[in-house]
Protein backbone atom coordinates (compact mmCIF):
# COMPACT_ATOMS: atom_id res chain seq x y z
CA UNK A 1 0.00 0.00 0.00
CA UNK A 2 1.33 3.58 -0.55
CA UNK A 3 1.50 5.85 1.85
CA UNK A 4 -1.74 7.99 0.58
CA UNK A 5 -3.23 4.76 2.03
CA UNK A 6 -2.57 6.07 5.50
CA UNK A 7 -4.04 9.54 5.05
CA UNK A 8 -7.31 10.49 5.84
CA UNK A 9 -9.84 11.87 3.24
CA UNK A 10 -9.14 15.34 1.45
CA UNK A 11 -10.38 18.24 3.77
CA UNK A 12 -9.57 16.05 6.87
CA UNK A 13 -7.24 15.33 9.89
CA UNK A 14 -6.04 13.08 12.18
CA UNK A 15 -5.54 14.77 15.34
CA UNK A 16 -2.56 13.30 17.24
CA UNK A 17 -0.03 14.09 19.94
CA UNK A 18 1.29 16.12 20.84
CA UNK A 19 -1.30 18.34 18.87
CA UNK A 20 -4.08 16.80 20.61
CA UNK A 21 -3.10 18.41 23.95
CA UNK A 22 -3.19 21.65 22.99
CA UNK A 23 -6.83 20.95 21.76
CA UNK A 24 -7.76 19.44 25.16
CA UNK A 25 -6.21 22.59 26.57
CA UNK A 26 -8.99 24.44 24.55
CA UNK A 27 -12.25 22.12 25.23
CA UNK A 28 -11.18 21.88 28.95
CA UNK A 29 -11.18 25.61 29.27
CA UNK A 30 -14.13 26.12 27.61
CA UNK A 31 -16.17 23.33 29.69
CA UNK A 32 -14.80 25.63 32.76
CA UNK A 33 -15.39 28.88 31.80
CA UNK A 34 -19.18 28.09 30.29
CA UNK A 35 -20.66 26.98 33.04
CA UNK A 36 -19.69 29.72 34.75
CA UNK A 37 -22.43 31.28 32.86
CA UNK A 38 -25.11 28.63 34.13
CA UNK A 39 -24.28 26.80 30.55
CA UNK A 40 -24.32 22.82 30.61
CA UNK A 41 -23.39 20.37 28.12
CA UNK A 42 -25.64 18.51 25.11
CA UNK A 43 -24.26 15.92 22.69
CA UNK A 44 -26.68 15.57 20.02
CA UNK A 45 -26.05 12.93 16.70
CA UNK A 46 -23.62 14.11 14.09
CA UNK A 47 -26.25 12.32 11.82
CA UNK A 48 -29.44 14.09 11.68
CA UNK A 49 -32.40 13.75 8.94
CA UNK A 50 -31.63 16.36 6.38
CA UNK A 51 -35.31 17.89 6.70
CA UNK A 52 -33.56 19.28 10.21
CA UNK A 53 -30.78 21.47 8.25
CA UNK A 54 -32.80 22.54 5.14
CA UNK A 55 -35.57 23.98 6.81
CA UNK A 56 -33.61 25.70 9.98
CA UNK A 57 -30.65 26.74 8.02
CA UNK A 58 -32.57 27.71 4.68
CA UNK A 59 -32.77 25.61 1.11
CA UNK A 60 -31.33 28.29 -0.70
CA UNK A 61 -27.74 28.81 1.79
CA UNK A 62 -24.52 27.69 -0.06
CA UNK A 63 -24.10 25.53 3.17
CA UNK A 64 -27.86 23.47 1.92
CA UNK A 65 -27.15 23.74 -1.61
CA UNK A 66 -23.53 22.81 -2.04
CA UNK A 67 -21.57 22.02 0.96
CA UNK A 68 -23.75 19.54 3.18
CA UNK A 69 -22.52 15.79 2.78
CA UNK A 70 -26.34 13.67 2.26
CA UNK A 71 -27.43 10.67 1.29
CA UNK A 72 -29.63 8.24 1.36
CA UNK A 73 -29.11 5.30 4.42
CA UNK A 74 -30.11 1.72 4.51
CA UNK A 75 -33.53 2.44 4.69
CA UNK A 76 -34.17 5.05 1.90
CA UNK A 77 -33.82 7.99 4.13
CA UNK A 78 -32.10 11.55 3.45
CA UNK A 79 -29.49 11.96 6.24
CA UNK A 80 -26.89 14.58 6.86
CA UNK A 81 -23.55 14.78 8.40
CA UNK A 82 -24.47 17.99 10.30
CA UNK A 83 -22.98 21.09 8.86
CA UNK A 84 -23.01 23.30 11.69
CA UNK A 85 -24.59 22.74 15.46
CA UNK A 86 -27.52 24.50 16.01
CA UNK A 87 -30.21 23.14 13.56
CA UNK A 88 -29.54 19.62 15.65
CA UNK A 89 -28.98 21.44 19.36
CA UNK A 90 -33.01 23.05 18.47
CA UNK A 91 -34.25 19.88 17.29
CA UNK A 92 -33.05 17.95 20.51
CA UNK A 93 -34.25 20.71 23.01
CA UNK A 94 -37.61 20.91 21.06
CA UNK A 95 -37.86 16.88 22.06
CA UNK A 96 -36.96 17.33 25.39
CA UNK A 97 -40.17 19.49 26.36
CA UNK A 98 -40.97 22.34 28.29
CA UNK A 99 -38.58 22.56 31.11
CA UNK A 100 -35.76 22.83 28.25
CA UNK A 101 -37.61 26.09 26.76
CA UNK A 102 -35.13 28.61 27.90
CA UNK A 103 -32.23 25.90 27.95
CA UNK A 104 -28.11 27.12 28.00
CA UNK A 105 -26.56 24.40 26.56
CA UNK A 106 -22.96 24.18 24.73
CA UNK A 107 -21.76 21.38 22.77
CA UNK A 108 -17.87 20.18 21.48
CA UNK A 109 -17.95 18.25 18.05
CA UNK A 110 -16.85 17.66 14.54
CA UNK A 111 -19.10 19.40 11.49
CA UNK A 112 -18.77 18.48 7.74
CA UNK A 113 -19.06 20.87 4.89
CA UNK A 114 -18.26 19.35 1.19
CA UNK A 115 -16.15 22.57 0.54
CA UNK A 116 -13.07 23.59 -1.00
CA UNK A 117 -9.95 23.00 1.21
CA UNK A 118 -7.60 25.73 2.07
CA UNK A 119 -5.73 26.45 4.66
CA UNK A 120 -8.06 27.20 7.73
CA UNK A 121 -10.50 25.48 5.69
CA UNK A 122 -11.38 21.43 5.97
CA UNK A 123 -14.09 19.69 5.63
CA UNK A 124 -13.94 17.81 8.77
CA UNK A 125 -13.52 20.37 11.78
CA UNK A 126 -14.93 21.43 15.08
CA UNK A 127 -16.95 23.46 17.43
CA UNK A 128 -17.36 24.48 20.12
CA UNK A 129 -20.83 26.38 20.56
CA UNK A 130 -23.85 27.60 22.75
CA UNK A 131 -27.27 28.42 22.01
CA UNK A 132 -29.56 30.18 25.01
CA UNK A 133 -32.85 29.32 24.18
CA UNK A 134 -35.61 32.81 24.67
CA UNK A 135 -37.34 35.60 22.90
CA UNK A 136 -35.12 38.51 21.85
CA UNK A 137 -32.94 40.46 24.61
CA UNK A 138 -30.49 42.81 23.80
CA UNK A 139 -28.98 41.80 27.43
CA UNK A 140 -29.29 38.30 26.78
CA UNK A 141 -27.05 39.04 23.68
CA UNK A 142 -24.73 40.72 25.34
CA UNK A 143 -24.30 38.67 27.86
CA UNK A 144 -23.45 35.95 25.27
CA UNK A 145 -21.26 37.86 23.12
CA UNK A 146 -19.06 38.45 26.53
CA UNK A 147 -18.86 35.15 27.31
CA UNK A 148 -17.72 34.14 24.02
CA UNK A 149 -15.00 36.84 24.46
CA UNK A 150 -14.22 35.72 28.00
CA UNK A 151 -13.37 31.92 26.61
CA UNK A 152 -10.85 33.76 23.98
CA UNK A 153 -9.06 35.40 26.44
CA UNK A 154 -8.93 32.33 28.90
CA UNK A 155 -7.00 30.74 25.80
CA UNK A 156 -4.90 33.35 26.06
CA UNK A 157 -5.90 34.81 22.74
CA UNK A 158 -5.07 38.50 22.91
CA UNK A 159 -6.03 40.98 20.05
CA UNK A 160 -9.31 39.13 18.33
CA UNK A 161 -11.72 41.66 17.34
CA UNK A 162 -15.44 41.80 16.94
CA UNK A 163 -17.73 43.56 14.63
CA UNK A 164 -21.17 43.34 15.02
CA UNK A 165 -24.69 43.92 13.10
CA UNK A 166 -28.07 43.50 12.52
CA UNK A 167 -29.99 40.77 10.22
CA UNK A 168 -33.34 42.85 11.74
CA UNK A 169 -36.94 41.20 11.94
CA UNK A 170 -38.61 39.20 9.24
CA UNK A 171 -40.09 42.44 8.11
CA UNK A 172 -37.15 43.97 8.08
CA UNK A 173 -35.30 41.42 6.10
CA UNK A 174 -37.65 41.58 2.91
CA UNK A 175 -37.21 45.45 3.43
CA UNK A 176 -33.11 45.22 3.52
CA UNK A 177 -34.17 42.67 0.30
CA UNK A 178 -36.19 45.10 -2.23
CA UNK A 179 -34.32 47.87 -1.30
CA UNK A 180 -30.70 46.31 -2.16
CA UNK A 181 -32.22 44.68 -4.83
CA UNK A 182 -33.23 48.23 -6.18
CA UNK A 183 -29.67 49.91 -5.02
CA UNK A 184 -27.85 47.48 -6.90
CA UNK A 185 -29.89 46.88 -10.04
CA UNK A 186 -28.09 50.12 -11.75
CA UNK A 187 -24.89 48.52 -11.23
CA UNK A 188 -24.91 45.26 -12.58
CA UNK A 189 -22.75 45.57 -15.48
CA UNK A 190 -19.68 46.49 -12.68
CA UNK A 191 -20.54 43.17 -10.84
CA UNK A 192 -18.91 39.80 -10.82
CA UNK A 193 -20.71 37.20 -12.65
CA UNK A 194 -21.69 35.49 -8.98
CA UNK A 195 -22.89 38.62 -7.41
CA UNK A 196 -24.83 39.61 -11.15
CA UNK A 197 -26.63 35.37 -10.65
CA UNK A 198 -27.17 36.34 -6.68
CA UNK A 199 -28.37 39.92 -6.98
CA UNK A 200 -32.45 38.83 -6.83
CA UNK A 201 -31.89 36.30 -4.94
CA UNK A 202 -28.96 37.00 -1.93
CA UNK A 203 -28.41 40.91 -2.57
CA UNK A 204 -26.99 40.46 1.04
CA UNK A 205 -24.47 38.30 -0.05
CA UNK A 206 -23.13 41.35 -2.48
CA UNK A 207 -21.78 43.16 0.35
CA UNK A 208 -18.90 40.85 1.21
CA UNK A 209 -18.03 39.76 -1.92
CA UNK A 210 -14.58 40.30 -2.32
CA UNK A 211 -14.19 41.34 -5.74
CA UNK A 212 -12.65 45.22 -6.33
CA UNK A 213 -15.73 45.46 -8.83
CA UNK A 214 -18.53 44.51 -6.23
CA UNK A 215 -17.18 46.26 -3.10
CA UNK A 216 -16.52 49.34 -5.80
CA UNK A 217 -20.48 49.45 -6.12
CA UNK A 218 -20.90 48.46 -2.53
CA UNK A 219 -19.31 51.76 -1.18
CA UNK A 220 -21.69 53.43 -3.08
CA UNK A 221 -25.20 51.52 -1.58
CA UNK A 222 -27.29 52.54 1.27
CA UNK A 223 -26.24 50.91 4.14
CA UNK A 224 -28.55 47.58 5.22
CA UNK A 225 -29.95 49.01 8.10
CA UNK A 226 -31.16 52.30 6.86
CA UNK A 227 -33.89 49.85 5.40
CA UNK A 228 -34.66 48.60 8.64
CA UNK A 229 -37.49 49.70 11.02
CA UNK A 230 -36.84 52.27 14.14
CA UNK A 231 -36.62 49.52 16.68
CA UNK A 232 -34.59 46.96 14.76
CA UNK A 233 -31.63 49.68 14.62
CA UNK A 234 -32.43 51.06 18.23
CA UNK A 235 -32.37 46.90 19.48
CA UNK A 236 -28.60 46.34 17.87
CA UNK A 237 -27.61 50.06 20.01
CA UNK A 238 -28.86 49.15 22.93
CA UNK A 239 -26.20 45.31 22.53
CA UNK A 240 -23.67 47.65 21.84
CA UNK A 241 -24.35 49.98 24.98
CA UNK A 242 -24.83 46.89 27.18
CA UNK A 243 -21.75 45.46 25.83
CA UNK A 244 -19.72 48.29 26.78
CA UNK A 245 -20.98 48.59 30.52
CA UNK A 246 -19.18 44.67 30.06
CA UNK A 247 -15.72 46.28 29.04
CA UNK A 248 -16.16 44.38 25.63
CA UNK A 249 -15.17 46.61 22.76
CA UNK A 250 -17.64 46.24 19.68
CA UNK A 251 -17.38 47.42 16.30
CA UNK A 252 -20.53 47.91 14.16
CA UNK A 253 -19.88 46.87 10.62
CA UNK A 254 -22.60 47.45 8.07
CA UNK A 255 -20.81 44.96 5.74
CA UNK A 256 -20.84 41.79 7.94
CA UNK A 257 -23.43 38.94 6.99
CA UNK A 258 -24.03 35.80 7.83
CA UNK A 259 -24.50 32.69 5.46
CA UNK A 260 -27.46 31.00 7.45
CA UNK A 261 -30.91 32.24 6.98
CA UNK A 262 -32.49 31.37 10.63
CA UNK A 263 -30.57 34.86 12.04
CA UNK A 264 -32.95 37.64 13.20
CA UNK A 265 -31.38 40.60 15.36
CA UNK A 266 -27.79 40.46 16.31
CA UNK A 267 -25.01 38.52 14.08
CA UNK A 268 -21.47 38.93 14.84
CA UNK A 269 -18.13 37.59 13.96
CA UNK A 270 -14.70 37.38 15.96
CA UNK A 271 -11.65 37.52 13.85
CA UNK A 272 -7.98 37.15 14.86
CA UNK A 273 -5.13 38.91 13.04
CA UNK A 274 -2.68 35.45 13.01
CA UNK A 275 -5.03 33.39 11.00
CA UNK A 276 -4.29 34.80 7.86
CA UNK A 277 -7.34 35.04 4.34
CA UNK A 278 -10.08 32.84 6.35
CA UNK A 279 -9.74 35.41 9.74
CA UNK A 280 -12.82 34.20 10.75
CA UNK A 281 -12.17 32.78 14.80
CA UNK A 282 -15.96 32.49 15.31
CA UNK A 283 -19.64 33.63 14.58
CA UNK A 284 -22.93 33.97 16.36
CA UNK A 285 -26.11 35.83 16.16
CA UNK A 286 -29.98 35.71 17.62
CA UNK A 287 -31.98 33.12 15.66
CA UNK A 288 -35.61 31.76 15.15
CA UNK A 289 -35.80 28.50 13.64
CA UNK A 290 -38.79 27.38 12.83
CA UNK A 291 -39.49 23.41 13.18
CA UNK A 292 -42.44 21.38 12.63
CA UNK A 293 -44.58 24.06 13.22
CA UNK A 294 -42.48 25.45 16.25
CA UNK A 295 -40.86 28.33 16.45
CA UNK A 296 -37.82 28.17 18.73
CA UNK A 297 -35.82 31.72 19.69
CA UNK A 298 -32.59 32.10 21.15
CA UNK A 299 -28.62 33.14 20.93
CA UNK A 300 -25.60 31.15 20.27
CA UNK A 301 -22.36 31.41 18.64
CA UNK A 302 -19.75 28.34 16.86
CA UNK A 303 -15.69 28.54 17.63
CA UNK A 304 -13.91 26.89 15.04
CA UNK A 305 -11.46 24.79 17.02
CA UNK A 306 -8.93 24.35 14.22
CA UNK A 307 -8.71 28.04 14.30
CA UNK A 308 -8.34 28.52 17.71
CA UNK A 309 -5.44 26.42 17.65
CA UNK A 310 -4.21 27.83 14.15
CA UNK A 311 -4.64 31.24 16.30
CA UNK A 312 -2.59 30.30 19.46
CA UNK A 313 0.15 29.11 17.70
CA UNK A 314 -0.42 32.03 15.18
CA UNK A 315 1.17 34.13 18.56
CA UNK A 316 3.59 31.90 19.65
CA UNK A 317 2.28 28.85 21.55
CA UNK A 318 4.21 25.87 21.06
CA UNK A 319 2.30 22.53 20.40
CA UNK A 320 5.58 20.40 21.79
CA UNK A 321 4.93 21.77 24.93
CA UNK A 322 1.51 19.97 24.97
CA UNK A 323 3.31 16.88 24.88
CA UNK A 324 1.68 14.29 27.98
CA UNK A 325 4.63 13.47 29.86
CA UNK A 326 5.05 10.39 32.61
CA UNK A 327 6.28 11.81 36.43
CA UNK A 328 8.17 9.08 36.58
CA UNK A 329 10.04 5.70 34.41
CA UNK A 330 11.22 2.65 36.04
CA UNK A 331 13.61 1.13 34.64
CA UNK A 332 14.77 -2.89 35.25
CA UNK A 333 18.13 -4.36 35.53
CA UNK A 334 17.38 -8.16 35.08
CA UNK A 335 14.71 -10.15 34.60
CA UNK A 336 13.55 -9.57 38.47
CA UNK A 337 13.21 -6.08 38.32
CA UNK A 338 10.90 -6.30 35.37
CA UNK A 339 8.01 -8.16 37.12
CA UNK A 340 8.23 -5.85 40.60
CA UNK A 341 8.75 -2.37 38.86
CA UNK A 342 4.97 -3.35 36.48
CA UNK A 343 3.51 -4.66 39.93
CA UNK A 344 5.32 -1.18 41.33
CA UNK A 345 4.14 1.01 38.22
CA UNK A 346 0.69 -0.85 38.75
CA UNK A 347 0.37 0.92 42.63
CA UNK A 348 1.73 4.31 41.60
CA UNK A 349 -0.59 4.42 38.62
CA UNK A 350 -4.02 3.72 41.11
CA UNK A 351 -2.46 6.26 43.33
CA UNK A 352 -2.46 9.39 40.76
CA UNK A 353 1.26 9.08 39.20
CA UNK A 354 1.94 8.82 35.81
CA UNK A 355 4.51 6.20 35.11
CA UNK A 356 6.37 4.57 32.27
CA UNK A 357 7.88 1.63 31.53
CA UNK A 358 9.45 -1.00 29.17
CA UNK A 359 7.60 -4.51 28.78
CA UNK A 360 9.57 -6.18 25.81
CA UNK A 361 12.67 -6.43 28.16
CA UNK A 362 15.03 -3.89 26.45
CA UNK A 363 18.75 -3.38 27.34
CA UNK A 364 18.85 -0.69 30.64
CA UNK A 365 20.47 1.86 28.19
CA UNK A 366 17.67 1.43 25.36
CA UNK A 367 15.05 1.84 28.68
CA UNK A 368 17.20 4.94 29.38
CA UNK A 369 16.82 6.01 26.39
CA UNK A 370 13.49 5.67 25.67
CA UNK A 371 13.00 7.51 29.22
CA UNK A 372 14.66 10.38 27.69
CA UNK A 373 12.61 10.52 24.44
CA UNK A 374 9.31 10.08 26.49
CA UNK A 375 10.57 13.40 28.97
CA UNK A 376 10.18 11.34 32.04
CA UNK A 377 11.89 14.23 34.92
CA UNK A 378 12.80 11.14 37.18
CA UNK A 379 14.06 7.57 36.71
CA UNK A 380 14.15 4.65 38.89
CA UNK A 381 16.37 2.36 38.49
CA UNK A 382 16.25 -1.29 40.38
CA UNK A 383 18.55 -4.33 40.04
CA UNK A 384 18.37 -7.81 42.47
CA UNK A 385 20.83 -5.79 44.88
CA UNK A 386 18.13 -3.11 45.15
CA UNK A 387 15.06 -5.25 45.21
CA UNK A 388 17.16 -7.46 47.86
CA UNK A 389 17.33 -4.41 50.24
CA UNK A 390 14.28 -2.57 49.50
CA UNK A 391 15.71 0.21 47.75
CA UNK A 392 16.21 1.87 44.39
CA UNK A 393 17.75 4.47 43.05
CA UNK A 394 16.09 7.38 41.33
CA UNK A 395 18.20 9.79 39.30
CA UNK A 396 16.90 13.38 38.20
CA UNK A 397 17.15 13.47 34.49
CA UNK A 398 17.27 17.02 34.58
CA UNK A 399 20.72 17.13 36.43
CA UNK A 400 22.25 14.00 36.30
CA UNK A 401 22.37 13.33 40.25
CA UNK A 402 21.23 9.98 42.05
CA UNK A 403 19.71 9.03 45.25
CA UNK A 404 19.28 5.87 47.39
CA UNK A 405 15.37 6.15 48.09
CA UNK A 406 12.90 3.18 49.80
CA UNK A 407 9.97 1.93 47.82
CA UNK A 408 7.76 3.85 50.52
CA UNK A 409 10.06 7.15 50.56
CA UNK A 410 9.41 7.08 46.94
CA UNK A 411 6.04 6.33 46.96
CA UNK A 412 5.58 9.55 49.10
CA UNK A 413 7.49 12.14 47.02
CA UNK A 414 5.35 11.02 44.11
CA UNK A 415 2.10 10.45 45.35
CA UNK A 416 -0.07 14.13 45.81
CA UNK A 417 -2.08 14.34 48.61
P1 LIG B 1 -19.94 29.68 10.62
O1 LIG B 1 -21.16 29.36 11.38
O2 LIG B 1 -19.88 29.14 9.25
O3 LIG B 1 -19.57 31.14 10.69
O4 LIG B 1 -18.76 28.94 11.41
C1 LIG B 1 -18.36 29.34 12.69
C2 LIG B 1 -16.88 29.14 12.85
O5 LIG B 1 -16.53 27.78 12.53
C3 LIG B 1 -16.04 29.97 11.88
O6 LIG B 1 -15.81 31.24 12.41
C4 LIG B 1 -14.77 29.15 11.80
O7 LIG B 1 -13.96 29.38 12.93
C5 LIG B 1 -15.28 27.74 11.89
N1 LIG B 1 -15.43 27.13 10.54
C6 LIG B 1 -16.48 27.24 9.69
N2 LIG B 1 -16.27 26.54 8.55
C7 LIG B 1 -15.05 25.96 8.70
C8 LIG B 1 -14.27 25.10 7.88
N3 LIG B 1 -14.70 24.66 6.69
N4 LIG B 1 -13.06 24.70 8.36
C9 LIG B 1 -12.60 25.12 9.56
N5 LIG B 1 -13.31 25.93 10.37
C10 LIG B 1 -14.52 26.34 9.96
Known amino acids: MSSGGFLPL?????????????????????????????????????????????????EGTDVVQKEMYTFEDRGGRQVSLRPEGTAGVIRALCGLGPEFAEARVFY????????????????????????????????????????????????????????????????????????????????????????????????????????????????????????????????????????????VAAQ?????????????HTIWEITHPALGAQDALAGGGRYRIELDGRAVEGVGFAIGIERVIMALQGTGVKIEDYRGRPDLWLVAVGERAAGENLALAQQLRRKGVAVGLDTSGRSVKAQMRIANRRGAPWVVVRGDDELAAGRCQLKDMAVGAEQSVTVDELTARFVKA
Open 10 to 58: QGMSDIAPPEVGLWQRVESEARRVLPLYGFEEIRTPVLERTSVFTRAIG
Open 108 to 247: IGPMFRAERPQAGRKRQFHQIGVEALGGPSPAADAECIAMQMHLVEAWGLSGASLRLHTRGVTTDQAAVREGLVNAVRPHLDALCEDCRRRHEQHPLRILDCKNPGCRAVVDTLPQAMSFMAPESRAYLDEVVRRLATLG
Open 252 to 264: VDPRLIRGLDYYE
